[in-house]
Structures are given as structure tokens and as C-alpha cells.
């Protein structure tokens, strides 16, 4: 789209925007408004993505939680524990939380 505003774009970034985009690498398929309408679908689709970032979000956090359990106390996979889980989890994913904004809060005293 930029290129289509008569700005300059490296062909680097052309070529990264293409395969994010899902654009095949054969632009002689392609004419230019077809290369602009998939970019502006892709960034609808990037858009509605962003609206559902916070349950996105929370989904990972949650399976990370699962896995770094699981991975420290295997026994808990069983059933009769699935309380004890739980309950590890929530614990984990608040450990997860806590250490994202701290690294986040040494990061900005750094730049």
C-alpha cells in the first residue's frame, strides 16, 4: 500500500509483507490491485485478531501455565487431581504475569 502511495519499499520488506500475507512469491500472477485488496484483507483480518487479543491471551497463558505444571509434577495428569491443577495453574499463570511486568518495568528503566 505504500508502494502504491508512490513511497519507497525495500524489497526485503515486500518479500516479509508477501509471506505474512499468504501472497504467492510469483508477482507476474498478480497485478497490483489484487496485491493491495489482499493486504487490505489481511489487515482486517489483523484487526479482528487484535480485538481478541486479550482472550487469545489468556488461552496461551493458561496452556503455558498447564505445560510448566505438568512438566514440574507429571502426577498431577491424573483425574482425581484435577483440583490440585487447577489450582497450580492459576498460581503459575499469575507467577507468568508477575515476572512479564517486571521484565517489562527493568526493560523501560534501560532504554
Known amino acids: ?8 519499499v525495500s524489497a526485503q520488506v515486500l518479500h516479509q509483507i508477501r509471506e505474512a500475507a499468504g501472497i504467492q512469491s510469483d508477482l507476474d500472477y498478480y497485478t497490483l490491485p489484487t496485491i493491495i485488496s489482499q493486504l487490505r484483507d489481511t489487515t482486517v483480518k489483523r484487526r479482528e485478531a487484535q480485538k481478541q487479543h486479550k482472550k487469545l491471551r489468556e488461552t ?3 496452556k503455558l501455565a498447564v505445560a510448566i505444571v505438568l512438566h514440574k509434577s507429571p502426577q498431577l495428569e491424573d483425574p482425581d487431581k484435577e483440583v490440585q491443577l487447577r489450582q497450580q495453574t492459576n498460581e503459575a499463570v499469575h507467577r507468568i504475569i508477575k515476572k512479564e511486568r517486571k521484565q517489562a518495568r527493568y526493560q523501560a528503566c534501560w532504554r
Open 60 to 62: 496461551y497463558l493458561e
Open 1 to 8: 500500500m505504500k508502494q502504491s502511495k508512490g513511497l519507497q
